[in-house]
């Protein structure tokens, strides 16, 4: 191969390629995330009411699981402990 012709790529000119194109992705990323914003605003008034429904919701659906498994695991350790050993 012919080095004489071509540009001589080292280690630092591969390293601000990198850089330069890392930051096109974030300059393209911030310009999608605003965009996305800017489309759902409208729609985040109509759902953040029906969101805190389902939310509360689910909450209760969760504490009431976390009691009735607390109170499975104690009867099972109760059990576990009052057997009568022969």
């Known amino acids: ?3 004489s012709s071509k540009d001589s790529i080292t280690l630092k000119t591969i390293s601000d390629l990198k850089e330069e194109r890392l930051k096109e992705i974030r300059n393209q990323r911030d310009i ?5 914003k800017a489309t759902s605003l409208p ?16 909450i209760s659906i969760l504490v009431f699981n976390g009691i009735i498994t607390g109170i499975r695991v104690i009867r099972k350790i ?3 402990f009052h057997r009568k050993v022969f």
């Open 32 to 36: 999608i995330t605003e965009t996305i």
């Open 1 to 3: 191969m012919n080095n």
């Open 78 to 80: 109760k059990k576990l």
């Open 43 to 58: 729609f985040n008034f109509f759902t953040s009411k029906g969101s805190s429904i389902f939310k509360a919701a689910n």
